[in-house]
Nanobody, 115 residues
Framework: QVQLVESGGGLVQPGGSLRLSCAAS????????MTWYRQAPGKQRELVAA???????NYADSVKGRFTISRDNAKKTVYLQMNSLKPEDTDIYYC?????????WGQGTQVTVSS
């Protein structure tokens, strides 16, 4: 059974930091491209950051220089370090694992940036 479990979300003040984690099980993690998306109810889904199985990274313009995606294949985990958080970063963050026709999603973790 494939599972992607996100953690690390919460409430943080503007300018603060959070580190999201996504632990995978049931897949050969090292061959999957991993992506963080964010979406709030009624809003369009946005790709936040992606890391390929070859460690190439890609970021949304809105988070470049503030967010860093990384992966630990031994721990089957992908991370999203979020610094200098802004109220507009408030969203539900989802991690995904993609390989060939396989496309798995986690349940999401809420990030709220507010004073």
């Amino acid at each position: 059974q494939v599972q992607l479990v996100e953690s690390g979300g919460g409430l943080v003040q503007p300018g603060g930091s959070l580190r999201l984690s996504c632990a995978a099980s049931g897949i050969t993690f090292r061959i999957y491209d991993m992506t963080w998306y964010r979406q709030a109810p009624g809003k369009q889904r946005e790709l936040v950051a992606a890391i390929s199985r070859g460690d190439s990274t890609n970021y949304a313009d809105s988070v470049k220089g503030r967010f860093t995606i990384s992966r630990d294949n031994a721990k089957k985990t992908v991370y999203l370090q979020m610094n200098s958080l802004k109220p507009e970063d408030t969203d539900i963050y989802y991690c995904t694992a993609k390989y060939s026709l396989n496309d798995f999603w986690g349940q999401g973790t809420q990030v709220t940036v507010s004073s």
